[in-house]
């Protein structure tokens, strides 16, 4: 692998080399640099860079990890007329993705109470592997909710309307069609509607802790020693199923392509082709799946907390902050050289990033740019930025999601051997409760990396801005 071209304090550029059709860019600090080295996320955003029709750069954001063909953390844009889409950059857990919901509430609100809280989410919000949701959908349903997303769930009295204009795309992908998706897809999609899923997936009631920059701040609704509720999930089975079916699809048909791809997982079709156009209106699917699904958690959990702390809605006063996805890809246009193009932005592992006056954005934050979560470990913590310009002009808009891995599940196991992880977060004053064998030991914070040095790498490059701080006080599980 050819050195690494430190650009600044946060840009370090894999030069073009081989097959490479455009430079790798890696935002990222001189410590976690060293992380990325040592494992395989180089010689993946090096194979990315020689895809058909990618534009600029190959890109990986500082929570960047090895994944499957693509890296985890990383961002790619494909020219919309001579470009390719691959469901192994968009990966497995399409629209896995983040929500946030401000209350009424502080944290003397509930300090007391945590304890029943948590039980009581725990009980309610089905978690873990194959979990069954409290939705049982027919087949006709279930396409209802592939085709329009959250409002299949806001119609079903799961949240408001209001919840749909908070949510990035407003809670839905055009051009979704169910005759795309397998019945094997379909079938996993049917029970588990309103389910969080396994291990890295949670609820989690967090306390705004610092607040960085107070006038987006307000705009978002969040001030210092607020109770707010995040979320994380995807499209479960259903998405899994249909990244796996058309993984096996793009394998077979890239051969007949000329295009040589390093690694099966980068298999792909052209965007413009009958291969291509059904993969993303298969996607389209599960993203719509994933919506409803954050919809309908969030509504349960705001139940859940309205029940047990005996208050009225108007007392909660619970709100979309916002609803993000991580695994997609979108058609959007960007400026290049000057000049609009269509592409084909791929973000895995990686949040859009949009700044003040873009037009995607909900009328609320026309004048802040959109809210951008990052969610961090159990025990740490999760921030909340605002995306910038900058993002526009290098990143396609994008920034980092989440502290991104540094132990494998397997390493992770074997270092938290002979410790009791839950009682190390307790004594914190952090209450989890899970559902998976091995959840805590390959979800002790110790498997991420740093969340604060990964946002002060995006900060720092202004990829996206600090807004606020939050500190887990209890976590519920899959
Ligand atoms: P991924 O979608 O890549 O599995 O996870 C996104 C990010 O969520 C991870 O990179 C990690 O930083 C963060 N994360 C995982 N589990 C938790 C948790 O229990 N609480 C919080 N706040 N963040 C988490
Ligand atoms: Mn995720
Ligand atoms: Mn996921």
């Not at 795309?169 to 996993?188: Q, T």
């Amino acid at each position: 692998m050819t050195e690494l071209k430190k650009l600044d304090d946060y840009r370090w550029e894999l030069p073009k080399t081989g097959n490479m059709l455009v430079p790798g860019i890696i935002y990222t600090n001189q410590s976690m640099l060293e992380a990325v080295k040592k494992e395989g996320a180089l010689t993946q955003i090096a194979n990315v860079a020689s895809l058909p029709g990618i534009l600029k750069n190959s890109l990986a954001m500082p929570d960047v990890h090895q994944g499957y063909g693509f890296t985890i953390g990383g961002v790619a844009a494909f020219d919309w007329k001579q470009g390719i889409v691959s469901p192994g950059g968009v990966g497995y857990d399409i629209n896995c993705g983040v929500r946030l919901a401000s209350t009424n509430l502080q944290e003397k609100d509930i300090r007391l109470k945590l304890s029943d809280l948590v039980n009581e989410l725990y009980r309610n919000i089905p978690s873990g592997i194959g979990s069954k949701g409290s939705v049982k959908l027919s087949l006709e349903d279930e396409k209802k909710v592939l085709v329009t997303g959250s409002k299949w769930a806001v119609e079903h009295g799961f949240g408001e309307d209001t919840d749909i204009e908070y949510t990035e795309e407003y809670g839905c992908l055009p051009d979704a069609d169910p005759s795309e998706i397998s019945d094997k897809a379909m079938k996993r999609g049917k029970d588990q509607l309103g389910t969080l899923g396994s291990g890295n997936h949670f609820l989690e009631i967090g306390i705004v802790d610092e607040i960085f920059d107070e006038k987006t701040a307000r705009a978002f609704g969040l001030y210092k020693d607020q109770v707010t509720i995040m979320l994380h999930t995807g499209s479960r089975g259903l998405g899994y199923q249909v990244c796996d079916d058309f993984l096996a699809f793009m394998k077979k048909h890239v051969k007949s392509l000329p295009v040589e791809v390093p690694d099966p997982h980068l298999s792909c079709a052209m965007i413009q082709s009958e291969q291509g156009q059904r993969y993303l209106r298969a996607m389209a699917c599960a993203a719509n799946y994933a919506w409803a699904n954050r919809q309908i958690l969030m509504h349960h959990a705001k139940d859940v907390l309205m029940k047990s702390l005996n208050i009225s809605p108007r007392e909660l006063g619970m709100h979309l902050v916002y609803d993000v996805c991580h695994n997609i890809a979108k058609k959007e246009e960007h400026i290049i050289d000057g000049k609009k193009r269509m592409v084909c932005v791929h973000r895995k592992g990686a949040t859009r990033s949009f700044p003040p006056g873009h037009e995607a954005l909900c009328r609320a934050y026309k004048n802040t740019g959109q809210p951008v979560l990052v969610p961090g470990d159990m025990g740490t913590a999760s921030y909340v930025l605002v995306g910038t310009e900058t993002a526009m002009k290098e990143t396609f808009g994008s920034t980092c999601h989440g502290a991104g891995r540094l132990l494998s599940r397997k390493a992770a196991k074997k270092a938290a051997k002979g410790r009791a992880v839950y009682r190390e977060l307790e004594d914190k004053g952090i209450l989890v409760r899970w559902t998976g064998r091995a959840t805590m030991a390959e979800e002790m914070p110790d498997a991420y990396k740093d969340i604060s040095q990964v946002v002060d790498v995006v900060h720092g490059a202004e990829i996206s801005r600090k807004v606020a701080r939050l500190r887990p006080a209890a976590v519920v599980k899959g």
